[in-house]
C-alpha cells in the first residue's frame, strides 16, 4: 500500500494539530475535551466488551450496564436493593435500574425477595452465579491475558483508577452547581 504524506502521525512532518474548537481553547480545555472523548469511546466499547463476553457465556442479550448490575448483585455474595445498586454504579434512574432488573429476573440469572419499598432485595440465582463464574473466566482468557501482556499496565490502571475517581468526584460537584444555576 502507497504511504500517503497528508496521513503522516508525525505532528512535526506536517504542522501541529489543531485540537481547537468549541468546547477546547485552551490547553486545559483540550485536555479535558479530549479525555472527555476518550471517556465516551471507552465506556461503549466497555460495553461492547461486557454484552459480547456476557453472550459468549450465556443466551441473554443483555446491555453493559445490565451485565454490571449482575456481577454487582453478586459482589460480596449479599443481596443488594436498589438503592445500593444506585448507589455502587452512579446511577440515579432508578426506573431503569427497575427494567434491567426484570430483564435478568426474566433470564433466571437474579432473584427479588421481600416486599415493600424498602424491603426488596435482589441477589444472584443458581443459574446467575453459574453465569457470573463463566463470565470471570472467559473474561480472564481474553482481557486479562491480553492486559497481562502490556508492561507496567498494573500501575497504570491504577494510576487511571485514581485519576477517574477524582474526576468523578469533580463532575459530581459541578453538576451540583450546574444544577444551582440553571437559566429559567
Given at each position: 500500500?502507497?504511504?500517503?504524506?497528508?496521513?503522516?502521525?508525525?505532528?512535526?512532518?506536517?504542522?501541529?494539530?489543531?485540537?481547537?474548537?468549541?468546547?477546547?481553547?485552551?490547553?486545559?480545555?483540550?485536555?479535558?475535551?479530549?479525555?472527555?472523548?476518550?471517556?465516551?469511546?471507552?465506556?461503549?466499547?466497555f460495553g461492547r466488551w461486557q454484552s459480547e463476553c456476557l453472550a459468549?457465556?450465556?443466551?441473554?442479550?443483555?446491555?453493559?450496564?445490565?451485565?454490571?448490575?449482575?456481577?454487582?448483585?453478586?459482589?460480596?455474595?449479599?443481596?443488594?436493593?436498589?438503592?445500593?445498586?444506585?448507589?455502587?454504579?452512579?446511577?440515579?434512574?432508578?426506573?431503569?435500574?427497575?427494567?434491567?432488573?426484570?430483564?435478568?429476573?426474566?433470564?433466571?440469572?437474579?432473584?427479588?425477595?421481600?416486599?415493600?419499598?424498602?424491603?426488596?432485595?435482589?441477589?444472584?440465582?443458581?443459574?446467575?452465579?453459574?453465569?457470573?463464574?463463566?463470565?470471570?473466566?472467559?473474561?480472564?482468557?481474553?482481557?486479562?491475558?491480553?492486559?497481562?501482556?502490556?508492561?507496567?499496565?498494573?500501575?497504570?490502571?491504577?494510576?487511571?483508577?485514581?485519576?477517574?475517581?477524582?474526576?468523578?468526584?469533580?463532575?459530581?460537584?459541578?453538576?451540583?452547581?450546574?444544577?444551582?444555576?440553571?437559566?429559567?
Amino acid at each position: 500500500m502507497a504511504h500517503n504524506p497528508d496521513e503522516n502521525p508525525d505532528p512535526k512532518a506536517r504542522g501541529a494539530l489543531d485540537y481547537r474548537w468549541h468546547l477546547a481553547q485552551s490547553d486545559v480545555e483540550v485536555s479535558t475535551t479530549e479525555l472527555e472523548f476518550a471517556l465516551m469511546r471507552t465506556y461503549e466499547g466497555f460495553g461492547r466488551w461486557q454484552s459480547e463476553c456476557l453472550a459468549g457465556v450465556v443466551d441473554v442479550a443483555a446491555s453493559g450496564p445490565e451485565n454490571a448490575l449482575l456481577h454487582i448483585i453478586r459482589m460480596n455474595e449479599r443481596p443488594k436493593t436498589i438503592k445500593d445498586l444506585a448507589r455502587l454504579t452512579n446511577r440515579d434512574d432508578v426506573p431503569n435500574i427497575q427494567y434491567s432488573l426484570r430483564k435478568l429476573i426474566g433470564a433466571g440469572l437474579v432473584h427479588r425477595e421481600g416486599s415493600g419499598r424498602s424491603g426488596v432485595t435482589y441477589e444472584v440465582t443458581e443459574k446467575g452465579r453459574q453465569v457470573t463464574e463463566d463470565y470471570g473466566d472467559l473474561r480472564r482468557r481474553l482481557l486479562i491475558a491480553a492486559a497481562a501482556n502490556v508492561p507496567g499496565l498494573p500501575e497504570r490502571l491504577r494510576d487511571a483508577t485514581q485519576t477517574l475517581n477524582l474526576l468523578s468526584g469533580i463532575y459530581e460537584e459541578v453538576s451540583r452547581v450546574a444544577a444551582t444555576h440553571r437559566r429559567r
